[in-house]
């Protein structure tokens, strides 16, 4: 990568780096050690309490730390990078900053940097060169007028999307962005307490506590049968898009609430998890089949249901109106189950061919 050779360092059972094989790592590449790329809090959905430790093995060998700022919600107005010790950070402003994200959405922020790295910028942060160079010292004029230049043409970034943040941050002010991180890791506690008496939550703090996201754990289904994509299938049926599966963990889902859910929501999120444990026991218990089942055939779509030919162990009611909300605002999905992996490994192109284009001109 860039000229680079990438060296993954252990991580614990609970989740947190390894210290012991990130001092060996370092030490056996004191020499040619250039930084390290760290997640704050963790992808793991906990927060790194040696985070400081971590950043001075980095810097005691001469290295860098860049810090995976995709998190911030769980930091905003409660603590600062820089504080830790990185070198580097980028501001995600999906999630954190109010800007859609998903389905191929822009994943876009700045990238702050310490002082000592200000002059190895690659374009001064201003459409007016003249004014932001006046700004800095003499030396720093000087490295900057040898840096590579701007990489983008846009020296702010799109003003589609930054003006959303931009409104959000003044909405909000200080106390309020505080606020609303607060409120991010206490949702995220929240459904964790409730989903672990039914699936497992893997990781979790000193004080049984996570971040701003708890991975549940699914794995233990796989002996009947059961997979993790099975249970995301099935809550479509429910009315939700399922979370992140299989990453970082795979036979996980990857929970991440952010701030902006009502508690009613969340309870109906933990309600439909609740629910399809239950038709997951029932499998294990030998009542439903193992292959013909609610989680193997969902989801259930309107012409699934509206079929005067229904030969499936288990009534329609049950397929497509599995708890009281569905009857309220019922969300039908418009295929059934596809292959994702054959999807993703056999793309296609939906565009005309080239002799439409022909034939027009």
Same mark, same amino acid.
């Given at each position: 990568?860039?000229?680079?050779k990438?060296?993954?360092?252990?991580?614990?059972?609970?989740g947190?780096?390894?210290?012991a094989?990130l001092?060996a790592k370092?030490d056996g590449h004191?020499?040619e050690?250039?930084?390290? +790329?760290?997640t704050?809090?963790?992808t793991h959905?906990v927060?790194?309490? *040696?985070i400081?430790?971590?950043c001075?093995?980095v810097?005691?060998?001469?290295?860098?730390?860049? +810090?995976?700022?995709?998190?911030?919600?769980?930091?905003?107005?409660?603590?600062?990078?820089g504080?830790y010790?990185a070198d580097?950070? @980028?501001?995600?402003?999906?999630?954190t900053?109010?800007?859609?994200?998903g389905?191929?959405?822009?994943?876009?922020?700045?990238?702050?940097v310490?002082k @000592?790295l200000?002059?190895?910028?690659?374009a001064?942060a201003?459409?007016?060169?003249?004014?932001?160079s006046s700004?800095l010292t003499?030396? /720093?004029?000087?490295?900057?007028?040898a *840096?590579?230049?701007?990489?983008?043409?846009?020296?702010y970034?799109?003003a589609?999307?930054?003006t959303i943040s931009?409104m959000?941050i003044r +909405?909000m002010g200080?106390d309020?962005?505080?606020?609303?991180?607060?409120?991010?890791?206490?949702?995220?506690?929240y459904?964790?307490?409730?989903?672990d008496p039914?699936?497992?939550v893997l990781?979790?703090?000193?004080h049984?506590?996570?971040?701003?996201?708890c991975?549940?754990?699914l794995?233990?289904?796989?002996?009947?049968?059961i997979e993790?994509?099975?249970v995301?299938?099935?809550?479509?049926?429910?009315?939700?898009?399922?979370? *992140?599966i299989?990453?970082?963990?795979?036979?996980t889902?990857?929970?991440?609430?952010t701030?902006?859910?009502?508690?009613?929501e969340?309870d109906?999120?933990?309600?439909?998890m *609740?629910?399809?444990?239950?038709?997951i026991?029932a499998?294990a218990?030998?009542?439903?089949?193992r /292959?013909?089942?609610l989680l193997?055939?969902?989801?259930?779509t309107?012409? /699934?249901?509206a079929?005067?030919?229904w030969?499936?162990p288990?009534?329609?009611? /049950?397929?497509?109106?599995?708890?009281p909300w569905?009857?309220?605002?019922?969300?039908?999905?418009?295929?059934?189950?596809?292959?994702?992996?054959?999807g993703?490994?056999?793309l296609?192109?939906?565009?005309p061919?080239?002799?439409e284009?022909n034939?027009e001109?």
């Amino acid at each position: 990568m860039a000229g680079f050779k990438v060296v993954p360092v252990a991580t614990l059972k609970d989740g947190d780096v390894d210290l012991a094989d990130l001092r060996a790592k370092a030490d056996g590449h004191a020499r040619e050690l250039a930084a390290l +790329m760290v997640t704050y809090p963790s992808t793991h959905g906990v927060f790194e309490t *040696t985070i400081r430790e971590i950043c001075d093995i980095v810097h005691s060998h001469g290295g860098q730390v860049y +810090m995976d700022g995709a998190n911030m919600n769980a930091q905003v107005g409660l603590s600062r990078p820089g504080d830790y010790g990185a070198d580097v950070c @980028h501001l995600n402003l999906h999630k954190t900053f109010c800007i859609p994200h998903g389905g191929g959405g822009p994943g876009v922020g700045p990238i702050g940097v310490a002082k @000592h790295l200000a002059p190895f910028l690659p374009a001064l942060a201003s459409l007016n060169v003249e004014a932001a160079s006046s700004r800095l010292t003499k030396n /720093q004029r000087q490295d900057a007028s040898a *840096t590579v230049g701007p990489v983008a043409a846009a020296p702010y970034g799109s003003a589609s999307i930054l003006t959303i943040s931009w409104m959000y941050i003044r +909405m909000m002010g200080a106390d309020g962005l505080k606020r609303a991180s607060e409120v991010a890791i206490l949702n995220a506690n929240y459904i964790a307490k409730r989903l672990d008496p039914h699936f497992p939550v893997l990781f979790k703090g000193k004080h049984g506590l996570v971040a701003h996201e708890c991975i549940v754990d699914l794995r233990q289904w796989k002996r009947i049968g059961i997979e993790v994509e099975d249970v995301a299938k099935r809550l479509m049926d429910y009315g939700f898009h399922a979370p *992140t599966i299989s990453f970082p963990v795979a036979g996980t889902m990857m929970i991440e609430p952010t701030e902006s859910e009502s508690k009613d929501e969340l309870d109906r999120f933990c309600d439909a998890m *609740t629910s399809i444990h239950a038709e997951i026991e029932a499998i294990a218990s030998g009542k439903h089949d193992r /292959q013909n089942n609610l989680l193997k055939n969902a989801p259930h779509t309107a012409q /699934q249901i509206a079929s005067e030919k229904w030969d499936r162990p288990y009534t329609r009611e /049950q397929a497509a109106f599995p708890a009281p909300w569905t009857r309220e605002h019922k969300f039908w999905p418009a295929v059934a189950r596809i292959d994702n992996v054959y999807g993703d490994r056999n793309l296609f192109c939906s565009c005309p061919p080239l002799e439409e284009f022909n034939e027009e001109l």
